[in-house]
T-cell receptor, first 115, second 112 residues
Framework: DSGVTQTPKHLITATGQRVTLRCSPR?????VYWYQQSLDQGLQFLIQ???????AKGNILERFSAQQFPDLHSELNLSSLELGDSALYFC??????????????FGEGSWLTVV | EDKVVQSPLSLVVHEGDTVTLNCSYE??????LLWYKQEKKAPTFLFML??SGIEKKSGRLSSILDKKELFSILNITATQTGDSAVYLC????????????WGAGTKLIIKP
């Protein structure tokens, strides 16, 4: 158990809909990262937050957005869903600013299936 | 452009064999290299390497970094079926705000 909690574990939704994925980082971690992993694809970095502020953006579509709240939990919002958005979405966290912060720890992921 | 290349892409061996997975990288201002194991779901952390030539070891797994030749290897001895997974390598450049650059992974299958 990495200490990173993601909900829901699985969800199935129709095209055009919107979903919210939630993540609680490890206790003490200030940075949260979101990744997308499609079947047979590598990890695609989406976005990073540090202490409530957006820190870096990767290959995140405009239909997707995220935020990190004062209690450090984060949400990834996916809207106008398309079949191609079906993937495993990981949240990861790390301590920022210390040597140990080089290691990021992953949650179990949220399986999204768009039908 | 920074990149991480892992080889082979996939590998099938028999239980008891020893395997070596490779990770080469091209990044500006290298800081550290990390190995993860991904089974069904979340990648789990294995090793972090920052210094060249120092082996990290955990049970049957070991890894070493060569900063001159820009690569790392992950060795697994006496493989077991539970070692079957995708092994991911990632590199952290300096000053990157902790943006890891990921390799595509090596899919390892251990046959009984």
């Amino acid at each position: 158990d990495s200490g990173v909690t993601q909900t829901p574990k699985h969800l199935i939704t129709a095209t055009g809909q919107r979903v919210t994925l939630r993540c609680s980082p490890r206790s003490g971690d200030l940075s949260v990262y979101w990744y997308q992993q499609s079947l047979d694809q590598g990890l695609q970095f989406l976005i990073q937050y540090y202490n409530g502020e957006e820190r870096a953006k990767g290959n995140i579509l405009e239909r997707f957005s995220a935020q990190q709240f004062p209690d450090l939990h984060s949400e990834l919002n996916l809207s106008s869903l398309e079949l191609g958005d079906s993937a495993l979405y990981f949240c990861a966290s790390s301590v920022f600013g210390t040597d140990s912060g080089n290691t990021i720890y992953f949650g179990e992921g949220s399986w999204l299936t768009v039908v | 452009e920074d990149k991480v290349v892992q080889s082979p892409l996939s590998l099938v061996v028999h239980e008891g064999d020893t395997v070596t997975l490779n990770c080469s990288y091209e990044v500006t201002n290298f800081r550290s290299l990390l190995w993860y194991k991904q089974e069904k779901k979340a990648p789990t952390f294995l090793f972090m390497l920052t210094s060249s030539g120092i082996e990290k070891k955990s049970g049957r797994l070991s890894s070493i970094l060569d900063k001159k030749e820009l690569f790392s290897i992950l060795n697994i001895t006496a493989t077991q079926t539970g070692d079957s997974a995708v092994y991911l390598c990632a590199v952290l450049p300096e000053g990157s705000n902790y943006q890891l650059i990921w390799g595509a992974g090596t899919k390892l299958i251990i046959k009984p």
